[in-house]
């Protein structure tokens, strides 16, 4: 296994000024033109049969070593985020308003790093490997339409991997867990309806502002009284908006924010109470309420037997590594659309280093990360696909 971690140094340059490339050239979901057509050359110059434009600016790409063995799927996510980048790195975001603030990056110059290690190695290796680079991560549907466009089939994987450079963790950490990892995520939009009228007089009203109010505070009581005390739910209230003017109550509010959950059982519970307190306490209040509600991805549930596997090559390849087998987050992530059809590993790799200040969270303004996880990060895909190949076969 120390020939990938060898062959990840030397190709490491390479690894860093895609990644640098990319980072200076963010493009938003579903807009991934220029870095789609620099993913899809790069797989070409390894004369891979590569395929574009798969839910709009998707890129496959097929390795096929000759020899009878099992399919795996390396599945690496391109999009940036609506961020304005404040880093003040050499290699910032020349896209005002627009920033690899989550690590995709990072993640395409992982996945062209790992097809050029595993397509000179092609002659040793058996069976074939699916190459998906993917748009739209960042909870505009990406990975769903790619299913939907048949990313799965033709030829249908046995196995897929994907991994996440992480800043919540050091440098030299792993998230490898077993079972559910990252939460489902829905979304909700609820609009409470009364009778605006002078706020001096506001027994001539229904006041939703009011009722929006009592209906917020009382979801707290989801998490709190109808979730099972070992079991985990998030119910977040994150924008509230109603009326402009100081003196008038007006005559509709509205609020949104995101639920998060691991089982389908406490899901449907959550929702269920969900929906009953918002319509309950509105009509209580004299409201009237329109929910609306929206899922945007399953939860992330990693194979056992597969992610024990994937276990013992990482402390194989990364001995010096502190490798995490209970690590779960309530943050999404669509790849769940594809491990719902296929078995699969998700693997979060620290990239954080305080030292440095690389240590901002994702999604920040600021966010930046240890180049030299994604060494250790295509190492350890490119060991874990060979080696995965090799037992399934």
């Not at 078995?343 to 440095?356: H, L, Q, R």
Request: charged share 20%.
């Amino acid at each position: 296994m120390d020939q990938f971690i060898n062959q990840a140094s030397e190709l490491f340059d390479y690894t860093k000024k895609l990644r640098r490339d990319f980072h200076m050239h963010p493009e938003l979901g579903f807009q991934e033109v220029r870095t789609a057509n620099i993913v899809a050359n790069e797989l070409k110059e390894l004369d891979l049969d590569v395929s574009i434009g798969i839910a709009k600016t998707g890129v496959t790409a097929i390795l096929n070593s000759g020899n009878p063995g099992p399919i795996a799927l390396l599945r690496f996510d391109m999009d940036a985020l609506p961020i304005q980048e404040e880093t003040g790195a050499s290699y910032a975001s020349q896209n005002p308003g627009v920033m690899h603030a989550c690590g995709h990056d990072g993640h395409v110059a992982i996945g062209l790093t790992v097809a050029r290690i595993l397509h000179a190695y092609r002659d040793h290796l058996s069976g074939v490997i699916k190459f998906v680079f993917q748009p739209a991560e960042e909870g505009l549907g990406g990975a769903e339409m790619m299913v939907a466009e048949g990313v799965l089939e033709n030829p249908r994987p046995d196995f897929c991997l994907a991994m996440h450079l992480w800043n919540d963790k050091p440098y030299g950490w792993l998230g490898i867990t077993q079972g559910p990892i990252m939460a489902a995520s829905e979304t909700f939009h609820v609009i409470v309806t009364g009778k605006g009228g002078h706020g001096a007089s506001p027994n001539l009203t229904i006041d939703p502002v009011l009722a929006c109010a009592q209906i917020i505070t009382a979801l707290q009581s989801i998490v709190a009284r109808n979730v099972p005390p070992l079991k985990t739910a998030v119910v977040s209230v994150t924008s509230l908006h109603s009326g402009e003017a100081f003196n008038v109550i007006p005559s509709r509010a509205e609020f949104k924010g995101t639920i998060r959950t691991f089982e389908p059982e406490v899901r449907n519970r959550v929702l269920n109470r969900f929906n009953e307190i918002v319509s309950g306490v509105a009509n209580a209040m004299g409201c009237n309420a329109e929910i609306k509600t929206k899922s945007i991805t399953p939860a992330v549930t990693n194979d056992v037997p597969i992610t024990k596997r994937i276990r013992e090559i990482a402390e194989n390849l990364l001995p010096d590594y502190d490798i995490d087998a209970n690590t779960t987050t309530m943050g999404s992530e669509d790849m769940a659309y594809l491990m719902q059809e296929i078995p699969g590993c998700y693997i979060f790799v620290g990239s954080a280093n305080t030292e440095k200040g690389l240590d901002a969270p994702h999604h920040n303004p600021k966010f930046n990360f240890d180049e030299r996880a994604m060494l250790d990060g295509a190492a350890l895909m490119t060991s874990a696909t060979v080696e995965m190949l090799k037992s399934s076969g």
